[in-house]
């Protein structure tokens, strides 16, 4: 990252904790916790990016998924993994190489074992993507592989 980006990431941004499975595919992605929303960000940067030198559909997409479930878990209270049942984006427009993107997740709906929630991404020029998103909410703790946990995945 260079010094310029680095000056302009939005306050309240902190890194996202590395080795956390395919999320790591976004690095450096950074995330933003309020008390009753989380908002995930980062620099378009090479690796974010297809050969027209905007953001790839499925970094876009998993940037989605992150938010979606991120904020299903936040609105639930817990540190559980939520998969995700169905995830529906619009490309609205196109997010350029060295743009900062952010999630902001709009409406969330908790049932007994489904949450629901739709939100967007935007960038510097206005929205690159809608999202709706289904997720299932087990009825345990989850399975977490070679010893994980969820500890710190939301700041806790």
Same mark, same amino acid.
């Given at each position: 990252?260079?010094?310029?980006?680095?000056?302009?990431?939005?306050?309240?941004?902190?890194?996202?904790?590395?080795?956390? $499975?395919?999320?790591? /595919? +976004? *690095?450096?992605?950074?995330?933003?916790?309020?008390?009753?929303?989380?908002?995930?960000?980062?620099? =378009?940067?090479?690796?974010?990016?297809?050969?027209?030198?905007?953001?790839?559909?499925?970094?876009?997409?998993?940037?989605?998924?992150?938010?979606? $479930?991120?904020?299903? /878990? +936040? *609105?639930?209270?817990?540190?559980?993994?939520?998969?995700?049942?169905?995830?529906?984006?619009?490309? =609205?427009?196109?997010?350029?190489?060295?743009?900062?993107?952010?999630?902001?997740?709009?409406?969330?709906?908790?049932?007994?074992?489904?949450?629901?929630?739709?939100?967007?991404?935007?960038?510097?020029?206005?929205?690159?993507?809608?999202?709706?998103?289904?997720?299932?909410?087990?009825?345990?703790?989850?399975?977490?592989?070679?010893?994980?946990?969820?500890?710190?995945?939301?700041?806790?």
């Amino acid at each position: 990252m260079s010094n310029a980006e680095a000056e302009t990431i939005p306050e309240g941004y902190e890194p996202l904790p590395d080795n956390i $499975g395919f999320t790591d /595919n +976004l *690095a450096p992605c950074y995330r933003r916790i309020d008390q009753d929303s989380v908002s995930f960000g980062l620099f =378009v940067q090479e690796q974010h990016c297809n050969l027209l030198g905007i953001c790839h559909g499925g970094a876009l997409a998993t940037l989605a998924d992150v938010a979606g $479930g991120s904020s299903v /878990n +936040l *609105a639930r209270g817990v540190l559980a993994g939520s998969p995700t049942i169905s995830l529906n984006l619009d490309y =609205v427009a196109a997010a350029r190489l060295g743009e900062w993107i952010q999630s902001e997740t709009q409406q969330v709906t908790v049932k007994r074992r489904f949450a629901f929630c739709s939100g967007l991404i935007r960038g510097d020029r206005g929205i690159v993507v809608r999202f709706n998103g289904t997720f299932y909410i087990p009825d345990h703790d989850g399975m977490w592989q070679e010893g994980r946990t969820p500890d710190g995945l939301l700041g806790e």
